[in-house]
């Protein structure tokens, strides 16, 4: 593995920066992360990750048009990305949730704008430079806080283990693990949801009880399209319903911002 540069960038907003290195070119990045004593290290692909910004933003994309702006959630030894602002060949949307396009796009050069990370190239000497420029790591390791955010989304790592080995099963088994894994999706939403209602003031809890219905009625407007243009036959071999995975994966990226929102009031009450 060749490294040609390093940035220094907080991906996840929890004040301590992760360090992420570049392969080569256009090989991808290493994302180093520290926590509790302990250094992760999760291997990102180019198209994943560019156009790295320094409020942690960054565009992803799998064809010409299909992309947008993305953020990350860590979650025990790996990370999910948040799809915050995306476009399909026939749709575009903001956290999971259709918008007109000419919003979408306004909202896209607003991300374009922000500034962009600022790389180092990769040696002893900018390394021992950043370093005793930039006390943020020594500061994060000394402290060695306790972080109730990081723990509960810690605590959500048995869904992602859900998804693992899927090409190792029968279609049938497939179809249950993908529906093990919506199903305990949608049970960790309504508790985080409910948390959330728990400790919002009045407005607070009267505006997310409309974003969650909003996002509701979008979610389920999807999902039925999906299962209609699934067209089960359960009379036939089983047909392919991974779909629960892709939808178990919207519903996680919505805990996790509904768990930014929780731990933002818990933290200032604590």
Avoid at 5 to 22: I, T, Y
């Amino acid at each position: 593995m060749n490294i040609q540069r390093f940035a220094v960038v907080d991906l996840d907003g929890n004040g301590v920066p992760e360090v992420v290195l570049e392969i080569d070119e256009y090989a991808g990045f290493v994302i180093l992360r520290y926590e509790r004593s302990r250094v992760y290290g999760n291997i990102v692909g180019y198209r994943t990750m560019y156009c790295l910004k320094e409020n942690g933003f960054f565009m992803s994309s799998s064809s010409s048009d299909e992309d947008g702006w993305n953020s990350l959630y860590f979650i025990g030894d790996t990370f999910i990305t948040d799809n915050t602002l995306y476009r399909s060949p026939s749709a575009y949307y903001a956290e999971d949730r259709c918008i007109d396009e000419k919003l979408w796009w306004e909202m896209f050069d607003a991300f374009d704008e922000a500034e962009d990370v600022k790389w180092h190239d990769y040696s002893d000497g900018s390394i021992e430079k950043w370093i005793a420029q930039n006390p943020v790591f020594d500061l994060a390791m000394s402290e060695g806080c306790a972080d109730e955010h990081q723990d509960y989304l810690d605590s959500l790592s048995y869904l992602i283990e859900m998804t693992y080995d899927y090409t190792k099963k029968t279609q049938e088994e497939r179809n249950a693990s993908a529906k093990e894994y919506y199903t305990n999706c949608r049970k960790e939403l309504d508790q985080i949801y409910q948390r959330c209602l728990e400790v919002l003031s009045e407005a607070e809890t009267e505006n997310l009880t409309a974003d969650q219905q909003e996002w509701e009625e979008n979610f389920d407007s999807r999902m039925d399209a999906a299962l209609n243009a699934l067209q089960i036959d359960t009379s036939e071999k089983p047909e392919d319903e991974s779909l629960y995975y892709t939808f178990g994966d919207m519903i996680l990226r919505r805990i996790c911002r509904l768990a930014d929102i929780y731990f933002s009031v818990t933290s200032v009450l604590s």
